[in-house]
């Protein structure tokens, strides 16, 4: 039983055990509150199509502002006046963000992928907020994008909220992962999984299979490996939050090769480096799983442009290394 135990009490805990991370775990706090408001958000947006849409004022005079915009812009107005942050990217943005903050106190970068999983916004389905958070580099300036090029090994802060059946709040000091729900009623995440790991057997495979004609051979036959002969269960919502955390609570991988949709024998990979997958490499190997790019460990790689896309094979450590092996 996990006593009821909340978030804020969790983060009062950690910061008596680690003082010099109080930023740290202001930020978790800041990011906590960042999640209830999209989840609020996310679940009136059905009512933004019966009420109004972008542009339009719903039936209390609100405007109403797309989901990913809102979300967008919640992150950098009130990170911004956290004055934590030097600067920030974020997928909806197509450079660096100037928190405003040069000061002593911005010690820290953040990338966020505010709303993931496009797709599902409109039809109800689960999406999420995926953040990692780096110490900012002081010998660069804090606007130059290298500041978020760091390998994701060194990423101090990384997690997710994911807007589902229930919100929940999972991430990593890179001390173990944490689970949090949030009681919409009460106002209060509380603790649902105090250390997570991912169960060491696989049940499930995710991946958009409709891409198997533009997936290279090697691809092609190691998902109809695990489908034929591992003979795993498949499930794919297209929400890489929502995928990723069903395999990490109940053992599995998610899977998005490399894939020439021109035609031209060019590979490339659909997942955000910086904002997408290195947080969620950081979360997985804390929770003893495993994250490729089928060469190396995402955690290692040494990205070279902010929006940078990667081939992405995350999940249980034995279907990894499998992968990694042929
Ligand atoms: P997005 O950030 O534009 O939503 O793209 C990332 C998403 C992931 O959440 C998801 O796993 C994947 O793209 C789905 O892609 P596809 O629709 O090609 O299967
Ligand atoms: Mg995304």
Do not use: W
Not at 124 to 139: A, D, P
Not at 167 to 181: A, I, M, N
Not at 288 to 298: H, P, Q
């Amino acid at each position: 039983m996990n006593n009821h135990r909340t978030l804020k009490e969790y983060l009062l805990d950690h910061l008596a055990d680690h003082p010099e991370q109080r930023e740290l775990v202001m930020i978790m706090s800041n990011m906590a509150t960042i999640g209830e408001t999209i989840s609020t958000q996310t679940n009136k947006a059905g009512l933004a199509g019966i009420l109004g849409s972008l542009g339009q004022t719903n039936i209390q005079g609100e405007t109403i502002q797309r989901l990913d915009v809102f979300a967008n812009e919640l992150c950098k107005k009130y990170l911004r006046a956290t004055e934590h942050f030097a600067a920030m990217a974020s997928e909806e943005e197509s450079t660096v963000v100037d928190m405003g903050n040069d000061g002593a106190r911005a010690k820290y970068v953040i990338a966020f992928d505010p709303l993931d999983g496009s797709s599902n916004i409109d039809v109800n389905v689960s999406i999420g907020t995926i953040f990692s958070v780096h110490k900012r580099l002081f010998n660069i300036d804090r606007l130059d994008e290298r500041q978020f090029l760091q390998k994701g090994r060194d990423q101090v802060l990384a997690g997710y909220i994911l807007y589902g059946s229930s919100t929940v709040l999972v991430f990593s000091f890179g001390d173990g992962v944490h689970e949090f729900t949030l009681d919409h009623g009460i106002g209060e995440y509380f603790l649902s999984n105090e250390r997570v790991m991912i169960p060491p057997v696989a049940e499930y495979y995710s991946v958009n299979e409709g891409n198997t004609v533009y997936f290279e051979r090697k691809d092609a036959d190691f998902i109809a490996y695990l489908r034929d002969e591992k003979k795993l269960s498949a499930r794919y919502i297209g929400s890489l939050v929502a995928d990723f955390h069903r395999n990490m609570i109940k053992g599995g991988v998610y899977l998005y090769p490399a894939v020439d949709k021109g035609g031209k024998g060019i590979y490339t990979g659909k997942i955000r480096l910086n904002y997408e997958l290195k947080p969620m490499a950081f979360l997985l190997e804390q929770a003893g799983g495993l994250a490729t790019d089928g060469e190396m460990n995402i955690l290692d790689m040494e990205p070279t442009s902010l929006h940078e896309r990667r081939a992405a094979i995350l999940g249980s450590r034995d279907i990894v290394e499998e992968y990694m092996a042929r």
